[in-house]
């Protein structure tokens, strides 16, 4: 548990002035929430507001930020805040997909029974 709390304490994820405007360092994001039944959208969208996600105007939880720490961490900050927002709320089935700098990385389902996102599994 302390490892898991010094891991949070590192992470540090930003919004940009201008959204994205100039040449900055580090990990541009944005998030895509597919979540069905919210039952209380602004204080879901308060709490990944004050961890540093900014909605898109006219986009439905569409987020940005920025982020000055490692791929790895990114993802992981980023599971784990919309994973608490959700679990602050009643909802009925959510799906998340995320792009680091312009790259899509996998579709990630949140899973009732473990109450976390797991990694959707691509049938071959």
Do not use: C, W
């Not at 994820?13 to 944005?30: A, D, H, L, T």
């Amino acid at each position: 548990i302390f490892y898991l709390k010094s891991i949070t304490k590192l992470l540090y994820v930003r919004i940009p002035q201008k959204s994205f405007e100039g040449k900055m360092e580090g990990i541009e994001v944005v998030v895509l929430l597919d979540v069905g039944g919210l039952e209380d959208k602004e204080k879901f969208e308060k709490h990944v507001k004050k961890e540093g996600f900014k909605a898109i105007e006219g986009e439905d939880f569409v987020y940005t930020a920025h982020s000055t720490t490692t791929t790895f961490s990114t993802k992981a900050y980023i599971l784990e805040v919309f994973r608490k927002g959700l679990q602050k709320n009643s909802f009925n089935d959510a799906n998340l997909i995320f792009l680091l700098n312009e790259t899509p990385y996998p579709t990630y389902y949140y899973d009732k029974n473990t109450n976390d996102f797991e990694l959707v599994q691509v049938e071959k």
